[in-house]
């Protein structure tokens, strides 16, 4: 299905040698699996995987047409479906949906404790997207003057828990306030209205807000728990090599937003219908893609920190269920043997993409 809008804007509120023979090694992989492995026979038809704009390098892989040339030659098509939020990511990868999906750290564990059968297969960038957003003329000058208020905040995302974490920090919890269940633009949305008095951030929605005469009322990028791109278990195990193309594409486009800032930039204010200077102050202050792709202690500690939270809230019956989740979570071997592609792409590739309407 190719793109029907003449815009790429997607606001949330609504070959070379080694190319040659990375391809061929992927060609030779398949004509000789055998029937010990199931799925492994089986060919993949469709790679169903998720852009976002919280998610730079699935937008700059989806502007040029890299994942779809890479896997031309295997003959696996590509189907593109927006995430609005790492819930709504979640919910598709939990679904079968999608194969592939990308959100935030703490969301993956969530999902995982909750007995979907996903693994977090790379790192994609170590942002600082969260933060607890009021209007401008707000009387809130504390996270401690926000008892008894009503925020606006997405359940099962990075900016829920970032609420709650700071929250607990000033000695407060989610039972001290008014927790107003909202996709993250709607949350936006609301506090621009006036109708909560803070909102859990999210950017590039964040920095839009911030033009807009928003304040962050409070930051801590520890509080953040990474970019993380997550599969189905039936997918790492039944296509492994499709699993590695969409890791080393995502590894071609992480060089390229390193030494591409402006041009990163540029598509995501496209995408996100932000104004060039707003999006450019996200990726380079507060994206970080000088991180290592393995999902790794870091990243663990991180989201180990949130855990908690989900018994809390009631999402996960017990600690000893996130803690299983956590031990099993991590599926490295393809962030490992990375290796970026070297994809050439087309100017026209984002309009002849293969993308999923959605009321979301």
Not at 30 to 52: K, V, Y
Not at 134 to 139: A, F, L, R
Not at 145 to 169: V, W
Request: include cysteine.
């Amino acid at each position: 299905m190719p793109r029907t809008t003449a815009s790429h804007s997607f606001v949330a509120s609504h070959g070379s040698a080694a190319k040659a023979v990375s391809v061929a090694a992927v060609v030779a992989l398949l004509a000789t699996a055998c029937g010990g492995n199931g799925g492994e026979d089986e060919q993949l038809e469709t790679l169903n995987i998720d852009f976002a704009t919280y998610n730079p390098l699935s937008l700059i892989i989806l502007e040029n047409g890299w994942l779809e040339e890479e896997l031309e030659e295997l003959d696996v098509d590509v189907k593109w479906v927006q995430s609005t939020g790492s819930n709504v990511a979640n919910e598709n990868l939990r679904a079968g949906n999608i194969d592939v999906g990308s959100t935030a750290g703490s969301a993956a564990l969530l999902n995982r404790a909750v007995g979907a059968d996903t693994h977090t297969i790379m790192i994609e960038n170590q942002p600082e997207w969260s933060a607890l957003v009021t209007n401008g003329d707000s009387d809130i000058e504390s996270v401690e003057d926000l008892e008894g208020a009503s925020i606006a905040a997405t359940p099962a995302t990075d900016p829920y828990f970032f609420m709650a974490r700071s929250l607990q920090e000033a000695g407060l919890s989610v039972d001290d306030v008014e927790v107003q269940s909202l996709q993250h633009a709607d949350g936006w949305q609301a506090l621009a209205n006036g109708d909560v008095d803070a909102w859990a951030g999210l950017d590039p929605i964040m920095a839009g807000a911030e033009a807009d005469g928003a304040e962050l009322l409070y930051r801590n990028v520890d509080f953040n728990t990474y970019s993380v791109i997550n599969a189905t278990g039936e997918f790492v195990e039944d296509h492994p090599d499709i699993a590695q193309i969409v890791v080393n594409v995502y590894e071609q486009a992480r060089e390229w937003a390193k030494e591409n800032p402006e041009g990163t930039a540029e598509i995501l204010a496209e995408y996100a219908g932000l104004e060039p200077e707003i999006a450019e102050a996200v990726i380079t202050e507060r994206t970080n893609f000088e991180v290592d792709p393995v999902p790794g202690d870091d990243v663990r500690a991180a989201m180990e920190a949130a855990g908690p939270f989900f018994v809390e809230n009631g999402d996960v019956d017990s600690q000893e269920a996130v803690d299983e989740a956590l031990d099993s979570l991590f599926y490295t071997e393809f962030a490992e043997n990375i290796e970026a592609t070297d994809a050439e792409g087309t100017e026209d590739a984002a309009d002849e993409a293969d993308i999923e309407e959605t009321d979301e």
